[in-house]
Structures are given as C-alpha cells and as structure tokens.
C-alpha cells in the first residue's frame, strides 16, 4: 500500500483508508463485533494505516470495536475519531462544540480507543453557536497536553477553515467527495491546497452507489440512512445509473471495477487526498484496496471528467435538515 502526506502536515497514512461507521450504524444491521474486529484487523494487515470512527458512531460502540481491533498494532496505524455531536433528551443528534464537552469527549473516546492520543481529532460538524476560534483553541490546548496529535473539521466551509487554521494549523478536512458529489472542487479543495490542509473524502463510492451493485429495484433494510437520502429515492437511481455506466464502460477498458475506478480518480485529483471508503465484507476491502495500485493515465481522467460533464445527478445528497449542518 502506498502511503501519503494529509497535507504538510507529518501525518502520513496509507493512500486508502477504512471508513468503520457502517460497521456500527447508518446502513441496516449493525455488523456482528467479532466480525468486524476481524475485518479491521484485516485491513492492517493488508497494509491499512488509517482508520475513521467518532464518538457518535453507534453512539460510543464503533469507538469501542476500533480501540479493540486496533489494539495490538497501535503504534503502526493512525486512528481519525470526532467530536461535536451528542445526544439531545429526544434522542436527536445535536451540534455541541463548547470546551467543556470537547474535554468531556476526548476523555470517553481515549478510554473507548485504549490508547493515550488521538492521531486525527476532527469537529464532526460546525456548532454556529461556538466560536470556531473557541473550538481550534481547545482542540490546541489538547494537543500541547498530549491528548491530541492533529487537528481536523468534517463538513465545514471555507471561512470556518481558514479561521481555525489560523489559531491551530488544521491537518485534515474530511467532506464527501466522489464523482456524484463534487462539490469540494468549488472552494474547499483550493483553500485546502492554499493551506496545505490534507482533503479526506468520505462516501467515496458514493454510499454504495458507484460500486454498480445498486439499481432502482435494490431493497435497503429499515435501518438503513439510504432509505430518507433523496438521491436513493428509486427514481433518483434510475436516473443516476448513467454515472455507474461510465464508470464501467472505464472499468471493463482498465480490466478493473466500478468502484476501483472511481477510488483511483480520487487519488489523481490531489497527492494530499486520501479517501475512506467503509464496508462490511472482506471482498469489498480487498477491491478498494487494490484500488490505490490502479493508476490512471492523465487522458483517462479526461475520459472520465468529460463525460462526467455531461450528467445530471439526479436527487440531494441528504433531507434537507442534514444538509443544513454541513459547509457552515
């Protein structure tokens, strides 16, 4: 596995990491614990480096079933978690970024992940009512106390990066990023690169969708977040299966698979891009991985960009509640 730089930081994963939300939550079923540890396990052992969890996943269990997986390889593997979520007496996830809970939720995910520093703490989503210079000076304080190593913001838009890069140097932006979501290339990729900020795309395969398994008909368990995304409604995805179609008529020229290709035209963005893609089965962590091994010439890219160009992806990516809480 080749490894990369987040940026100008001295952070260097490996040039794919492993989303492990799904393992907890978000898409039906929670996979078995003993299963997943295996599969995490797995990944190290094929040369994954760099691991993604946050204290809402499950909520506290994925931080649980990562600190064991990765228990006896910590010192050969970088861990990602997060922070800013909780909680309401509802049940309802809410932003909460004061100092005092960022101190209340480093402690719990230390403990959780059974190691003494975080390498990547990101702020899960942008609090409007905490000023951004607050949060970067608790995640700094953190960070001169050992507990932290880097410091990182999920979802947020450009004037948040640039305000807390200039209190605490920010190693990593984690946003989605994928050929049906391209919305990054705007202005979060630039201040990024103006930075020397690293870019870590999640939902690379477009949650499940560039991989080609899914089509109008597929069922998705009642659990499952696919089930209110506007863009998994079945018309959406009819309309969508143009984008999986380029994708395979490039996989079938490169002797690769869908879900390859569109990893592969990740990493020839940007050195500093390192995407996360999540599953649950060994066969599809296996694919992904080989994934950074594929090179694609620049006249590919081209083929793919200029097709892409050419599509109307079709639905939002999220209701519109949730999509008010990212790019703040």
Same mark, same amino acid.
């Not at 304080?141 to 410091?151: A, Q, S, T, Y």
């Not at 990182?152 to 984690?174: K, N």
């Not at 050195?271 to 089965?281: D, E, F, N, Y």
């Given at each position: 596995?080749?490894?990369?730089?987040?940026?100008?930081?001295?952070?260097?994963?490996?040039?794919?990491?492993?989303?492990?939300?799904?393992?907890?939550?978000?898409?039906?079923?929670?996979?078995?614990?003993?299963?997943?540890?295996?599969?995490?396990?797995?990944?190290?052992?094929?040369?994954?480096?760099?691991?993604?969890?946050?204290?809402?996943?499950?909520?506290?269990?994925?931080?649980?079933?990562?600190?064991?997986?990765?228990?006896?390889?910590?010192?050969?593997?970088?861990?990602?978690?997060?922070?800013?979520?909780?909680?309401?007496?509802?049940?309802?996830?809410?932003? /909460?970024?004061?100092?005092?809970?960022?101190?209340?939720?480093?402690?719990?995910?230390?403990?959780?992940?059974?190691?003494?520093?975080? =390498?990547?703490?990101?702020?899960?989503?942008? =609090?409007?009512?905490?000023?951004?210079? =607050?949060?970067?000076?608790?995640?700094? /304080?953190?960070?001169?106390?050992?507990?932290?190593?880097?410091?990182?913001?999920?979802?947020?838009?450009?004037?948040?990066?640039?305000?807390?890069?200039?209190?605490?140097?920010?190693?990593?932006?984690?946003?989605?990023?994928?050929?049906?979501?391209?919305?990054?290339?705007?202005?979060?990729?630039?201040?990024?690169?103006?930075?020397?900020?690293?870019?870590?795309?999640?939902?690379?395969?477009?949650?499940?969708?560039?991989?080609?398994?899914? /089509?109008?008909?597929?069922?998705?368990?009642?659990? /499952?977040?696919?089930?209110?995304?506007?863009?998994?409604?079945?018309?959406?995805?009819?309309?969508?299966?143009?984008?999986?179609?380029?994708?395979?008529?490039?996989?079938?020229?490169?002797?690769?698979?869908?879900?390859?290709?569109?990893?592969?035209?990740?990493?020839?963005?940007?050195?500093?891009?390192?995407?996360?893609?999540?599953?649950?089965?060994?066969?599809?962590?296996?694919?992904?991985?080989?994934?950074?091994?594929?090179?694609?010439?620049?006249?590919?890219?081209?083929?793919?960009?200029?097709?892409?160009?050419?599509?109307?992806?079709?639905?939002?990516?999220?209701?519109?509640?949730?999509?008010?809480?990212?790019?703040?």
């Amino acid at each position: 596995m080749q490894s990369r730089r987040l940026g100008k930081s001295n952070l260097e994963v490996s040039a794919i990491g492993l989303g492990c939300m799904g393992m907890s939550t978000a898409y039906g079923r929670p996979l078995d614990r003993n299963e997943a540890i295996a599969l995490i396990r797995s990944g190290v052992e094929r040369g994954v480096t760099f691991f993604d969890t946050a204290e809402m996943y499950g909520p506290f269990t994925n931080e649980e079933l990562v600190g064991e997986a990765l228990a006896p390889f910590r010192e050969q593997v970088a861990i990602a978690t997060k922070f800013g979520i909780k909680l309401d007496a509802g049940g309802k996830q809410v932003q /909460d970024s004061r100092p005092e809970r960022i101190r209340q939720s480093v402690e719990g995910s230390l403990e959780r992940l059974r190691t003494e520093a975080i =390498d990547l703490y990101y702020q899960h989503r942008v =609090d409007p009512k905490v000023p951004i210079e =607050d949060v970067a000076g608790t995640v700094k /304080d953190l960070i001169r106390e050992g507990k932290v190593k880097h410091f990182g913001l999920s979802e947020a838009g450009v004037t948040t990066i640039r305000r807390a890069h200039a209190v605490q140097p920010v190693t990593a932006v984690q946003s989605e990023y994928s050929l049906w979501w391209r919305r990054p290339e705007e202005e979060v990729l630039p201040t990024c690169a103006a930075l020397g900020i690293g870019f870590v795309p999640f939902s690379p395969l477009g949650k499940g969708f560039l991989t080609g398994k899914i /089509d109008e008909t597929t069922k998705f368990e009642a659990l /499952d977040f696919r089930n209110i995304a506007p863009r998994f409604t079945a018309e959406a995805r009819k309309a969508n299966q143009t984008l999986v179609d380029l994708l395979t008529r490039i996989a079938t020229k490169k002797k690769a698979t869908p879900a390859q290709i569109a990893l592969a035209w990740l990493l020839a963005q940007k050195p500093w891009i390192v995407p996360i893609p999540g599953t649950t089965k060994l066969a599809r962590l296996e694919e992904n991985i080989d994934a950074a091994s594929l090179e694609l010439m620049a006249a590919d890219v081209r083929e793919i960009n200029s097709a892409a160009a050419k599509i109307t992806i079709q639905g939002a990516r999220y209701p519109e509640e949730l999509e008010k809480r990212t790019g703040l």
